[in-house]
Nanobody
């Protein structure tokens, strides 16, 4: 089995910064894409940022220029650096990863971490 564990959420004032971290562990053969999604109350889960194993990145338009996604392939971790936070960034943030184990390839999700931005 594979587990994704997130950390780093919290409460911050508008204009502030936070860093989220996610570590994958378990029976991992390799990890392809990793990323961060978020879900605000009453809204659908949406992609925030993703990064391939080669380092190519994708960002939602709403976070471009403010958020940076990075990963450490040796440690199976992915981070999300969030700057210039806005109240509309308030959501539960989920880490995800496409993991190849010895038995299959599937997408795994973390349990989520709350980010609250006060105005």
């Amino acid at each position: 089995q594979v587990q994704l564990v997130e950390s780093g959420g919290g409460l911050v004032q508008a204009g502030g910064s936070l860093r989220l971290s996610c570590a994958a562990s378990g029976s991992i053969f390799s990890i392809y894409d990793m990323g961060w999604y978020r879900q605000a109350p009453g809204k659908q889960r949406e992609l925030v940022a993703a990064i391939t194993s080669g380092g190519s990145t994708t960002y939602a338009d709403s976070v471009k220029g403010r958020f940076t996604v990075s990963r450490d392939n040796a440690k199976n971790t992915v981070d999300l650096h969030m700057d210039s936070l806005k109240p509309e960034d308030t959501a539960v943030y989920y880490c995800n990863a496409d993991v190849h184990t010895l038995w299959n390839l599937r997408t795994y999700w973390g349990q989520g971490t709350q980010v609250t931005v006060s105005s």
